[in-house]
């Protein structure tokens, strides 16, 4: 209550004072509404990466729950910038990740990836999930590369922070993951036309 008033007082001023209101308003948020508006900005993207990095439909939302709770109890006051704020986030997912993929070695399943999609076309299943298999083929590093950087669009730097290697290791591991994942697809391709 004290906070609002002094935020709606600080808003009326000029220039720099409004500015003022502004950083008093945003540390005015809940821990709970800053998390939620986290979420708002990055969640989608936060899911397409858990399940590229899982191939597992079954098991996406239980790995981002656990990295949402652990993300939720480590929120930092505020961030430095966007890219600081996207590389925390990713590395939390990211790191889920891995430790669901380890576990499943531990107690290996078949995912259900073709059960949970619904295709517009026979050609678009047939793609997608040679894409899928070819992704799924990648060891864990460089298929989290390539979903950083090809899928959700992070720039090199970003996604060095976010899987804590130097921006060449990004450069190295997606210019490997690409090549493989473009001789899987042009094998892939092959036995489409054998076969």
């Known amino acids: 209550m004290i906070v609002e008033a ?4 600080s808003a009326r001023g000029f220039g720099h004072e409004r500015e003022s209101a502004a950083a008093l308003h945003a540390a005015a948020l809940s821990p709970r509404r ?3 508006n986290l979420l708002d900005r990055h969640g989608p993207r936060l899911r397409r990466v858990a399940f590229g990095m899982l191939a597992d439909p079954n098991r996406v939302d239980d790995v981002l729950q656990e990295a949402y709770l ?3 109890r480590r929120l930092p006051s505020q961030f430095e910038n966007d890219r ?4 925390w986030l990713y590395r939390i ?8 993929l380890r576990g499943r070695r531990r107690r290996p399943e078949t995912p259900g990836l073709a059960e949970a999609v619904v295709w517009t076309s026979d050609d678009d299943a047939v793609q997608s999930m040679t894409v899928a298999a070819a992704l799924a083929e990648l060891p864990p590093d460089a298929r989290a590369v390539v979903l950083l950087v090809d ?3 992070l720039d090199y730097e970003t996604a060095a922070s976010a899987l804590r290697v130097p921006r060449g290791t990004v450069a190295s591991r997606l ?6 994942l473009r001789a899987a697809l042009l094998q892939g391709e092959e036995e489409d036309r054998d076969g």
């Not at 002094?6 to 007082?9: G, S």
């Not at 997912?93 to 669901?100: I, P, Q, S, T």
């Not at 210019?175 to 493989?180: E, L, P, V």
């Open 6 to 9: 002094v935020v709606a007082v």
């Open 34 to 36: 800053r998390f939620e």
């Open 70 to 72: 652990k993300a939720f």
């Open 84 to 87: 600081v704020e996207s590389a």
């Open 93 to 100: 997912v990211y790191r889920c990740c891995l430790d669901e």
């Open 151 to 153: 899928v959700i669009g």
């Open 175 to 180: 210019n490997g993951a690409r090549a493989r």
